[in-house]
């Protein structure tokens, strides 16, 4: 086994727990949240970054047998398959249900924290610390901030009409407009029953419109087989 660098805690210690320990603090955030890619996973992320870019970086340190001529030390190269693979596993944690997708921030959190690593990795403690610190402040901090701002409400609306009469598509979006509600695009789909068809909008509530005021509406409807009113805001 070649030789450890002398200086082994500030090459290899110093960057693998600053590793574990920012890849901890985000994923804490997401497992709190509840979010598919949690603790171990950040961790797990963050510390396989982190040991690419030593190893690459530390090249001379291990190829002691290798003429130097034939050494080609390229930590950039390493840098970029590292960001490259773990976009693949990104795309893991984003899905759609309904109108909605969902997954985008852990996706990209699980990048940024992979990212991180490298920095680590390479070296650049200083920045890989102002980098997790600044990811934490977006993740918890601008949450607050998004809590208390005023915005509208945003709901997906599925409801499934009998089948006959009056088209569906009308009939929807007259309902939706005695609540002052355009809704865009509709989707359509016909129910395995054949007797009810299901559309579906993304809604954008204003004032002092909301879900409860939709559903007891939507309950007073005899023409409304079932329906489905949910949140999307967080």
């Known amino acids: 086994m070649p030789p450890l660098p002398p ?15 920012a890849g901890g603090l985000i994923g804490l955030e997401r497992e709190w949240r509840g979010h598919p890619a949690g603790l171990r996973t950040h961790i ?7 040991l690419l870019m030593l190893g690459a970086v530390h090249q001379m340190g291990w190829m002691t047998g290798t003429p130097e001529a034939a050494i080609r030390i390229d ?3 390493m840098a970029h398959g590292v960001l ?23 996706a990209a959190s699980l990048w940024i924290t992979s990212a991180l690593g490298v920095l680590f990795g390479a070296g650049m403690l200083t920045l890989g610390a102002a980098g997790a610190a600044i990811v934490l402040t977006v993740l918890v901090g601008l949450r607050w901030v ?16 009998r089948r006959g009469g009056e088209p569906t598509a009308p009939a929807f979006r007259a309902l939706l407009a005695e609540f002052g ?27 002092e419109v909301d879900g409860h005021m939709l559903a007891e ?13 949910t949140p999307r805001n967080d």
């Not at 509406?217 to 009113?229: E, G, M, N, P, Y």
Request: glycine share 10%.
């Open 7 to 21: 200086d082994l805690v500030q090459a290899y210690l110093i960057p693998i727990g600053a590793a574990v320990a």
């Open 44 to 50: 797990l992320v963050c510390l396989a970054s982190t």
């Open 75 to 77: 930590p950039v190269r």
């Open 84 to 106: 490259t693979g773990v976009g693949f596993l990104c795309g893991g944690v984003i899905f759609r249900q309904g109108l909605s997708v969902h997954g985008l921030t852990t």
């Open 146 to 161: 998004d809590a208390i701002l005023p915005r509208d409400r945003l709901m997906e609306v599925l409801v499934a009409f």
């Open 181 to 207: 509600v355009r809704p865009g695009r509709l989707s359509h789909a016909l129910c395995d029953d054949g007797e009810t068809v299901e559309l579906g909008a993304r809604l954008r509530l204003r004032g």
């Open 217 to 229: 509406r939507l309950l007073a409807d005899t023409r409304v087989v079932r329906f489905q009113i």
